[in-house]
Structures are given as structure tokens and as C-alpha cells.
């Protein structure tokens, strides 16, 4: 099969880095990739949200799957386009992906069905947005509607910040038009997890579940990020929860779209909060995460391209998914200033003096004369699998420092807590 892998990061990184070793690949491309896909499929030099040039150039290379990383192609309709082009492609079509690029749309579906999550109201009138905010007790958050690349959600810790948030997403239109409408959200308490499942519209399967880190600095200080790091599994989110939430949250919401006449498929993500009363959606992504599946497909042990093909075909219930029992974990490596400004273009030094088993992930690298260079923000996740979190954990920080680029940090204490 010739496949082609939509986006350029370490998620994708990821999923080339799986799919090449199905023995059902006969030449694997990635649009646009990186400097580490280019090392093990063929890069073609077409953005991933140019949607008309990825159908022509997948009509040119006789694509048999075409795999969707980011959301922004998914919300512009990348699958539809697709399928009426007869290519089979992963990944939920435009109305399905909904589900991430309309939070309100979201949020209504989940009250309609009576799915857990957090307490909140839309609204596309400031003045009502206000009204409501000042009615509740702080802390609160504040959402933008609409796709924001991780930036969408503010927390507020008093009424003041969410008047200030809420004018700056409404009125001074910072996100654009994600911001026509924004939800007004109870503050969750407990523990993050992302679980993401695999549906072909009808069965519903369970990945492992992941942890991941939204703050730049150590102790999760500092601003938001795309994800500093991850590990999975987490300790404290055991098989029992996982069918709890797969009963309570995942299967009721794979039905609930299809009642909806918006039938899911592909991969699910839920961002999930483990408060008192069991969990709650905070987020559902139509993707896979990044960093989660820095620390997911290095645990997948069945044939990546068997399973896309099965959700696409509507026979998922009809295959096994095996993980392996060890545990990963995930650090990113990123450009100095980052998440504000920050530099590219510096040598990438190491990237051959890391042990055999750790993998390196590249997001925004790239290749010049024979070097690899920096070319984002975030630009690997050094990743590995170990016998349990302490000594996956322990081979990635013994690695990170014999890879090096001007400016480069990451955090130290990524998984530190499920060791100790
Ligand atoms: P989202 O864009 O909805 O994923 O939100 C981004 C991040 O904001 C989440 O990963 C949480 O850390 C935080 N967050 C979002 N919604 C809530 C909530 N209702 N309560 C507490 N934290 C939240
Ligand atoms: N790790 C968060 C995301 O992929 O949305």
C-alpha cells in the first residue's frame, strides 16, 4: 500500500515511525513532515492545510490510506474531500470534527445525552457572557469556540480576569472568529488524563491512556504550551476507570453523534478531569494528541495500518488491538523562548550519540547540506519504554543532555510524580 501521513510534528513523526514497520506499506510519504520522517518516508513539500494539493498529489502517488494528524485540515473537510475523491482516508469528516472545532457544539451534546463534564453555558453576546461570569463564584473558565492551537481556554481566578478574558476573546477578537462564541465554564478539581479511543462509528476501543504537560516550566509554572512532555500509563487511572469511561463517556458520545446524523470515525480524544465524582470531559480533540502519541505508539504492539483500515471499513469489532505493559515516557525538547519568540535555524547536535532504544521524535526540524537544523518551537520528544515509569524515565533523562541546539530547554521533571 502507498500511504500518505498529513502534518509535520513528532505526532506524526510518531505515526510514520508505526506504520513502517507494517509489512502492508510499500512507500510511505508525509506532507510536509520533517528532517526526522524525511530519514524513513518521502517528505512532499505540501502543507497540510492545503487541502486541494493533498488530494491532487494523492490521486499523483496512487495513495491507498491517507492518515490525518492536525485538526485544522479535519475542520476544513480533508476527509470529505477525500472520500469524494474514492481515497480511504482516517479521520472524522468535516461535521463529525465538530466535536473539537465547535466547543459549544460540544458542550450542548454532552448535556443533551447527559455525558459528564463541566458545568457551563455559550454565549455569542458579550454582555450576557458578563452577566453570567459575574453571577459565578471563581475560579471559572473562559473558552473560545472555535479551533485556537491550545490557547482557547483561560482560566480565571476571579471575576475580573474572566471579564478581562472574556473581552479580549469577544471584543479585541485576539483568536478571531473562534472567539464568536465562547462557554463560560465550571473549574474542574483533580487529576488530567487523556484517553482516546479508536470507533469506526459503531465499536469502541480504548487506547492507552496518557498524561501530558501544558506548562513551559518545572512544577507547571509558566505558560501554556502544545505539551512539554508525557507519559503513560498513568498509576492512578487504573482498568477499572478506563470502562468507566469508555461506558460512560466514549461509547454514549460514538452514539450520540450518530443520532446526531454526525457518525465518528477514526480516533477520539477525550480530555479528561478525575474529580470526586468520577471523571468528566473537559475536551474532545477529533485527533490524536501530541505529546500523548509520543508515549502511546511506542506501547501500540498491532499492525497500525491493519487498524485504520478496520475503522475505516466499519469492522473494528472484528480485529484485537494489543499494547505492550511497559511504560513510556516523553520529553520535549524546545527552541529558547518558546512558547513566546523564539529562533530557528541552529544545528542540531547528538542526534547520533543516543542509545539504541530511545526514540527521537522530530517536530520542527530540518534537513540543510547533510545537518539537521532547528525549524520550531517545539523540535523533538525524546521518548522511550521501560519496565515501569522510574526507568523509562531515568534512560530519557540520561539521553537529553548529549543532544543539543542553541537555547534549547525542556523539563526536568516530567513523570517525576508517578515515581515518587
Ligand atoms: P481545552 O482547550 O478545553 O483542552 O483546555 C485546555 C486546558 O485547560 C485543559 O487541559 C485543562 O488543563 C484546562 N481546563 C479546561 N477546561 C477546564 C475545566 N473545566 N476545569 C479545569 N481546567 C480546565
Ligand atoms: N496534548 C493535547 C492535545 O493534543 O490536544
Not at 510519504?29 to 486541494?52: C, F, M, R, W
Not at 468535516?94 to 457551563?120: N, Q, R
Not at 547533510?370 to 519496565?387: E, F, N, Q, Y
Request: charged share 25%; glycine share 10%.
Amino acid at each position: 500500500m502507498n500511504i500518505l501521513v498529513i502534518g509535520g510534528g513528532a505526532r506524526e513523526h510518531s505515526l510514520v515511525w508505526k506504520l513502517s514497520q507494517s509489512p502492508k506499506v510499500a512507500k510511505l510519504y508525509v506532507a510536509p513532515g520533517n528532517a526526522g520522517t524525511g530519514l524513513i518516508a518521502e517528505n512532499l513539500n505540501v502543507q497540510a492545510t492545503d487541502l486541494q494539493s493533498l488530494a491532487q498529489v494523492a490521486r499523483e502517488k496512487n495513495i491507498d490510506l491517507a492518515v490525518v494528524g492536525p485538526e485544522v485540515p479535519l475542520a476544513a473537510g480533508i476527509v470529505d474531500l477525500f472520500q469524494s475523491r474514492g481515497i480511504p482516508i482516517f479521520g472524522p469528516d468535516k461535521e463529525a470534527t465538530k466535536i473539537e472545532s465547535s466547543k459549544v457544539f460540544a458542550k450542548d451534546l454532552m448535556h443533551k445525552y447527559g455525558i459528564p463534564c463541566a458545568k457551563s453555558r455559550g454565549f455569542s453576546s458579550f454582555s450576557e457572557a458578563k452577566d453570567y461570569a459575574r453571577s459565578q463564584k471563581p475560579p471559572i473558565v473562559v473558552k473560545a469556540d472555535g479551533l485556537a492551537a491550545g490557547k482557547g481556554a483561560i482560566l480565571a481566578y476571579s471575576i475580573d480576569d474572566a471579564l478581562n478574558a472574556l473581552s479580549a476573546i469577544m471584543q479585541d477578537r485576539i483568536l478571531g472568529s473562534a472567539g464568536d462564541q465562547v462557554l463560560v465554564e465550571e473549574c474542574l478539581e483533580g487529576k488530567e488524563v487523556s484517553l482516546l479511543a479508536l470507533t469506526d462509528g459503531k465499536a469502541v476501543v480504548p487506547m492507552v491512556p496518557a498524561c501530558d504537560y501544558k506548562r513551559v516550566f518545572d512544577g507547571d509554572q509558566g505558560p501554556n504550551t502544545g505539551g512539554m512532555g508525557a507519559y503513560s500509563p498513568p498509576n492512578f487511572f487504573d482498568t477499572e476507570t478506563i470502562n468507566l469511561v469508555k461506558e460512560t463517556i466514549l461509547e454514549p458520545v460514538v452514539r450520540a453523534m450518530a443520532k446526531e446524523g454526525k457518525p465518528y470515525k477514526g480516533v477520539l480524544y477525550a480530555g479528561l478531569m478525575i474529580t470526586e465524582d468520577g471523571p468528566k470531559v473537559m475536551e474532545f480533540n477529533a485527533r490524536f494528541g501530541d505529546p500523548e502519541n509520543q508515549v502511546m505508539i511506542p506501547r501500540l504492539e498491532s499492525d497500525l495500518v491493519e487498524i485504520m483500515l478496520a475503522v475505516i471499513e466499519g469492522r473494528l469489532d472484528e480485529i484485537k488491538v494489543e499494547w505492550s505493559d511497559e511504560a513510556c515516557v516523553a520529553v520535549v525538547v524546545a527552541s529558547g523562548g518558546y512558547p513566546g519568540s523564539y529562533k530557528t535555524g541552529f544545528p542540531i547536535t547528538g542526534l547520533d550519540m543516543v542509545d539504541k532504544d530511545i526514540l527521537v521524535f522530530h517536530a520542527g526540524t530540518k534537513a540543510e547540506g547533510g545537518v539537521i537544523h532547528t525549524d520550531g518551537g517545539r523540535v523533538l520528544t525524546v521518548t522511550t519504554t521501560g519496565k515501569n515509569i522510574a526507568e523509562a524515565r531515568e534512560k530519557v533523562y540520561n539521553n537529553l543532555p548529549r543532544i543539543h541546539f542553541e537555547g534549547c530547554h525542556y523539563r526536568k521533571d516530567i513523570a517525576q510524580r508517578e515515581v515518587c
